[in-house]
């Protein structure tokens, strides 16, 4: 499985655009990139998932160079609820996500 | 995306006593997985619970400590054995939408989690 080195901590004022790189180094050719959020005392929440170029959704969007070893999660203008926990991950579909330390998001008023 | 419930969502245990979190989804999934999350710390994979086949254990977890129960393919029990403070941690159960499930993006959802404290 290939291993994903991300920040640990970021703070953002609000209102800012937040941009979380996630370094894959060894990401193999089957591997998919997804990234999640997670509050306090609840369970980790999908927030996007991509395999090469760019990927937008209605919560974020995410930047894959062409080498893809590596990876930036993009939150527009946050606010205090979307303090939390992203987790990048890499891995082939078929087989369960591993989760590294993740990074820490504060965000201020 | 699947809509997962776990039961109980938290509990006081006593050392040595056992407890059994119980995971339920709202529609049929192939394969079914439980996690741990200590305090402050990431998620670790425990096993795989597929329907229909002994439970995958993932290194450092056994069965005689966490047996897993999947009667049927929207349920699955973990029971935490034997317990000790050390086990106090938050399990997850998180079921995999897999290419051709049809459950919109091919990946995992997480139920809310049962957190365990013991005494």
């Known amino acids: 499985l290939a291993k994903t080195t991300q920040p640990i901590s970021m703070d953002s004022y609000e209102g800012q655009e937040v941009n979380i790189t996630c370094s894959h180094n060894?990401?193999?050719?089957?591997?998919?990139i997804t990234w999640y959020q997670q509050f306090p005392s609840q369970g980790p929440r999908f927030i996007i998932q991509?395999?090469?170029t760019k990927v937008t959704n209605e919560v974020a969007s995410l930047f894959i160079p062409a080498d893809r070893k590596s990876s930036t999660l993009s939150l527009p203008r946050v606010s205090l609820s979307d303090t939390a926990v992203y987790y990048c991950?890499?891995?082939?579909?078929?087989?369960?996500?591993?989760f590294g330390k993740g990074t820490r998001l504060s965000v201020i008023a | 995306s699947a809509v997962i419930s776990q039961k109980p969502s938290r509990d006081i245990c006593q050392r040595g006593t056992s407890l059994t979190i119980q995971c339920q989804v709202d529609s049929q999934v192939t394969m079914m997985f439980w996690y741990r999350q200590q305090p402050g710390q990431s998620l670790t994979l425990i096993a795989t619970a597929n329907q229909g086949s002994e439970a995958t254990y993932e290194s450092g977890f056994v069965i005689d400590k966490f047996p897993i129960s999947r009667p049927n393919l929207t349920f699955s029990t973990l029971t935490v054995s034997n317990m000790s403070p050390e086990d106090s941690s938050i399990y997850l159960c998180?079921?995999?939408?897999?290419?051709?499930?049809?459950?919109?993006?091919?990946?995992?959802?997480f139920g809310p989690g049962t957190r365990l404290t013991v005494l």
């Open positions: 998180s079921v995999g939408s897999f290419r051709g499930q049809g459950m919109g993006t091919d990946t995992q959802y």
């Open positions: 991950l890499v891995g082939d579909l078929n087989t369960p996500l591993v």
């Open positions: 060894n990401i193999a050719t089957n591997d998919y």
């Open positions: 991509g395999y090469k």
